[in-house]
């Protein structure tokens, strides 16, 4: 039944060593997103896929980048996590992006930098 | 620009009390708008959507109604539960896509 995948749920790495985080969807939907949550905090949209068509946010840090190999799967790379980067990570998809199309998220990654 | 404004929480009701939650919003166009629940440590969850005018938003006793002359996406239980205990995030999206979230409000229900 699990529409929007999120793999690991819990994530530890250390300062500066790359991490990947990984989301899959069951939905074969065109859009699929990424944002960052901190504690307290609304999700904060770092980029999205629509189909291969990448749409960088200006402000996301180059630090941050994306893949998205086919339709069901994309992927956070953090290439030297900070201890600010330290959030919930939240995955995404949406049919296609016309404003009735609801959003439908995953169950988020955990991401603890030591 | 385009923005949402969620009154400040904690909110912090007895079991079966009346909860309303007030959602403002500011945006060109027509938006639809959208309700979210995040229950700790998980993701979120599509609560209620309205697409135009005077459309009623509802789904497990929350309901919301889409009020252009005040702007407002008003959420609105009668009951409250202890399992509602929840961050709830008040959201528009315009034609191009992006999903525009409010701070947030969190509910905390006692038996």
């Known amino acids: 039944d699990a529409m929007v995948i999120q793999n690991p749920r819990y994530q530890v790495t250390q300062f500066g060593k790359p991490v990947t985080l990984s989301c899959s969807q069951t939905?074969?939907?065109?859009?699929m997103y990424w944002y960052q949550q901190k504690s307290s905090q609304a999700p904060k949209l770092l980029f999205h896929?629509?189909?291969?068509?990448?749409?960088n946010e200006a402000d996301t840090p180059d630090n941050f980048q994306s893949r998205r190999p086919n339709t069901s799967f994309c992927f956070l790379d953090i290439r030297s996590p900070g201890l600010g980067d330290a959030a919930m990570y939240l995955c995404?998809?949406?049919?296609?992006?016309?404003?009735?199309?609801?959003?439908?998220f995953g169950p988020g990654t955990r991401l603890t930098v030591t | 620009g385009n923005s949402v404004t969620q009154m400040e929480g904690p909110v912090t009701l007895s079991e079966e009390a009346f909860l309303t939650i007030n959602c403002t919003y500011t945006?060109?166009?027509?938006?639809?708008l959208f309700w979210y629940v995040q229950y700790p440590g998980e993701g979120l969850q599509l609560l209620l959507k309205?697409?135009?005018?005077?459309d009623k938003g509802s789904n497990k006793g929350f309901e919301a109604t889409y009020r252009k002359e005040t702007t407002s996406f008003h959420l609105e239980k009668g009951s409250v539960q202890v399992s509602d205990s929840a961050v709830y995030f008040c959201a528009l999206r315009n034609q191009g896509g992006k999903l525009i979230f409010g701070q947030g409000t969190e509910l905390s229900v006692k038996p």
């Open positions: 939905l074969n939907h065109n859009v």
């Open positions: 896929y629509y189909d291969k068509d990448f749409n």
């Open positions: 309205a697409t135009k005018a005077d």
């Open positions: 945006a060109t166009g027509y938006p639809s």
């Open positions: 995404a998809t949406s049919r296609d992006l016309g404003r009735t199309y609801e959003q439908y």
